[in-house]
């Protein structure tokens, strides 16, 4: 029997496919359907910690080969994710959610990351360090200076499970560098990866999206490799109590193959779920199941991280 169950962080999931944070996940109500469908679990979006509008429309565009945004954080504050959760873990205490967050300064995180600390909220927590949209804020994760005080001071007082969601890298010394970073801490997953940030699409002369004159997120075909190479690299160096989440291009269930097989663990549709909707978790998981049982496979393990090189 081919099986798509994987384990991360320490929790159990039926399936290795899931949400990325930004799609299908703003309201309860989406939350809800994700939770109900094939996927595995869901992970919310970004919460600050007070409700924000985020960046005027339109923010979001649909493009041929994938997408671009700046929405700027919108998300309903941390007590209606929070309070979410809790309810939702009472109701199905054997599965596990993701709670993604972020301040908007370094103090703010810790306050809404004290909040989660003091709660009853057991699942996994994805500190975002990436996010490319916010005007003059820069995506944490590539300054590593501030990026290791931030690591170092929530490690200070956080014991629950966190892991942290990550900009694409585009250099092999920044891999090193951010890999040397991240071992120091007890990390339980780094995500692979964000939107490539700050791109230009262009239609006949115009810019297709409002915030910062048409710069912001891509995402979509456009960014597997960039993808795979992140999820491989971190497989190559982190510590294995750090494990991979695989986000960016996964179109189809050869893609998810591709991820798991550069060291994924677990694998998030982004523009794939807000082109296609729900049925993509179905249609993916299904294709996915079919390469694995193709080449006799049985369950992830027997190939994750098994990418083969050229001698
Ligand atoms: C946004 O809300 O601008 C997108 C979030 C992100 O890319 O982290």
């Not at 951010?178 to 810019?207: H, K, M, T, W």
């Not at 690299?233 to 294995?240: D, S, V």
């Not at 989440?245 to 998030?268: K, N, P, Y």
């Not at 978790?281 to 098994?306: H, P, S, V, W």
């Amino acid at each position: 029997m081919v099986s798509t169950k994987t384990v991360l962080g320490g929790f159990e999931f039926d399936n290795c496919l899931m949400n990325a944070a930004g799609v299908w996940c703003m309201t309860k109500e989406e939350l809800e359907e994700v939770k109900d469908s094939v996927a595995g679990t869901f992970v919310t979006k970004t919460a600050t910690l007070d409700y924000r509008a985020g960046n005027p429309e339109p923010r979001y565009q649909n493009v041929p080969l994938g997408s671009i945004n700046s929405m700027g954080l919108p998300n309903q504050g941390l007590t209606y994710y929070l309070d979410y959760l809790l309810e939702l873990q009472e109701r199905e205490p054997e599965r596990t959610f993701f709670l993604s967050l972020v301040g908007m300064s370094p103090n703010e995180t810790h306050t809404i990351l004290k909040q989660v600390e003091a709660s009853n909220f057991n699942g996994l927590v994805e500190l975002n360090l990436s996010c490319p949209n916010v005007p003059g804020k820069p995506q944490i994760a590539y300054d590593f200076e501030m990026t290791e005080q931030i690591l170092s001071e929530v490690f200070q007082y956080f014991t629950k499970p966190l892991g942290i969601k990550l900009p694409p890298y585009f250099d092999i010394v920044h891999f090193d560098q951010a890999a040397a970073i991240f071992n120091q801490f007890p990390l339980r997953f780094v995500n692979c990866v964000n939107s490539i940030g700050n791109g230009l699409y262009i239609e006949d002369e115009s810019v297709v999206i409002k915030p910062k004159n048409g710069f912001g997120g891509i995402g979509g075909e456009y960014i597997k490799p960039t993808a795979l190479a992140n999820v491989h690299a971190f497989y190559q160096r982190l510590k294995p109590e750090i494990q991979i989440i695989g986000t960016g291009g996964v179109l189809t269930g050869r893609d998810a193959f591709e991820h798991i097989l550069c060291g994924a663990s677990m694998v998030q549709l982004g523009t794939t779920l807000q082109k296609e909707g729900m049925e993509a978790f179905q249609r993916i998981t299904e294709e996915l199941k079919a390469i694995m049982a193709e080449k006799g496979y049985e369950k992830l393990a027997d190939f994750r991280g098994k990418l083969q090189y050229i001698d």
